[in-house]
Nanobody, 125 residues
Framework: QVQLVESGGGLVQAGGSLRLSCAAS????????MGWFRQSPGKEREFVAA????????SYVDFVKGRFTISRDNAKNTVYLQMNNLNPEDTAVYYC??????????????????WGQGTQVTVSS
């Protein structure tokens, strides 16, 4: 019932910035916790950031704190990930996920019910 489509990925040099978008349809967007995850070849999908339905609460994994900002615009049914000061280790496919939950802001991949197809982010050195 919820479809998610990521966009905004691409190639950027180390130190550069990129803003990812995730557009949602088919659900009541404002009630969903939204998360950003990333995955590199041969590695498991890992948590990056999450935001509450209202946008009032956010959570970040340590290695992106101070560099990435998650936000949402419920009028546009869209969640964003602003990525600054990118480094090559940020290279991955970035996915957005959605879940309706009263359990805060989950960090576990299996807590999210809906997923987008992912968008590739490549950071060159």
């Amino acid at each position: 019932q919820v479809q998610l489509v990521e966009s905004g990925g691409g190639l950027v040099q180390a130190g550069g910035s990129l803003r990812l978008s995730c557009a949602a349809s088919g659900g009541t967007f404002r009630i969903y916790v939204m998360g950003w995850f990333r995955q590199s070849p041969g590695k498991e999908r890992e948590f990056v950031a999450a935001i509450s339905g209202s946008g009032g609460s956010t959570s970040y994994v340590d290695f992106v704190k101070g560099r990435f900002t998650i936000s949402r615009d419920n009028a546009k049914n869209t969640v964003y990930l602003q990525m600054n000061n990118l480094n090559p280790e940020d290279t991955a496919v970035y996915y957005c996920g959605a879940v309706w939950t009263r359990r805060g802001l989950p960090r576990a991949t299996n807590a999210y019910e809906y997923w987008g197809q992912g968008t590739q982010v490549t950071v060159s050195s």
